[in-house]
């Protein structure tokens, strides 16, 4: 069945600094991958997505590159902020299907 | 405001007693997901409709368990005989395509804690 592995936070950061949080996942044929955030207190949005081998998702300087051959979709960016502290979950949808499969979030907190 | 709604957004209940809860999607959206969260952990997917046809159901959705969208438009997840580990986040979402670029939206969900 498909599955989705993140890293385990908290990931403690501070302000300025360089943000990966790893993604790996296992699903028959060609997912769609996707990152969620949840901030405090609000319900999950959408924050990037790639739907084939090779795509990059990008977003409020967030990036991800979909790799078929490490079959991974790491969250980048380059200089986070405090407003960024929040969970983050990566989650597929196999092409076959239709709803989302989701890793068991990491949470990032900045400090200023 | 246009987005997803859920209502209650908290509801606490006695172990035995049946809870009800009620998803609007978006007005366009033809598909209406549920997903349950439990601390810490990431959405689990429940069922979903299209239209007002239930095409999938999870192994997650025991027999207590009943979710219906009458006309295709809101929906509601009913759970009876709660027991304490049904304590989790319930979270709606809709979307108005199916395939690769279909974007979910979720809703700020229904927090249900089972006394």
């Known amino acids: 069945g498909n599955s989705v592995t993140q890293m385990e936070g908290p990931v403690t950061l501070s302000e300025e600094a360089f943000l990966t949080i790893n993604c790996t996942y296992t699903?028959?044929?060609?997912?769609?991958l996707f990152w969620y955030v949840q901030y405090p207190g609000e319900g999950l949005q959408l924050l990037l997505k790639?739907?084939?081998?090779?795509d990059k998702g990008s977003n409020k300087g967030f990036e991800a590159t979909y790799r078929k051959e490490t079959t991974s979709f790491h969250l980048e960016k380059g200089s986070v902020q405090v407003s960024d502290s929040a969970v983050y979950f990566c989650?597929?949808?196999?092409?076959?299907?239709?709803?989302?499969?989701f890793g068991g979030g990491t949470r990032l907190m900045v400090k200023p | 405001d246009t987005g997803v709604s859920q209502n209650p957004r908290h509801k606490i209940t006695k172990r035995g007693q049946n809870v009800t809860f009620r998803c609007d999607p978006i007005?366009?959206?033809?598909?209406l997901y549920w997903y349950r969260q439990t601390l810490g952990q990431g959405p689990e997917f429940l069922t979903y409709?299209?239209?007002?046809?239930?095409?999938?159901k999870s192994r997650l959705l025991s027999d207590r368990f009943s979710a219906e969208r009458p006309k295709g438009s809101f929906s509601t997840l009913e759970i009876q005989r709660t027991e304490q580990g049904d304590s989790a986040m319930y979270l709606c979402?809709?979307?108005?395509?199916?395939?690769?670029?279909?974007?979910?939206?979720f809703g700020p969900g229904t927090r249900l804690t089972v006394t």
């Open positions: 979402a809709s979307s108005f395509l199916s395939g690769p670029s279909a974007e979910q939206y």
């Open positions: 699903a028959t044929g060609y997912p769609s």
């Open positions: 790639a739907t084939k081998a090779d």
């Open positions: 989650a597929l949808r196999n092409n076959a299907g239709n709803m989302l499969t």
């Open positions: 007005s366009e959206h033809n598909r």
């Open positions: 409709f299209q239209n007002e046809a239930q095409l999938e």
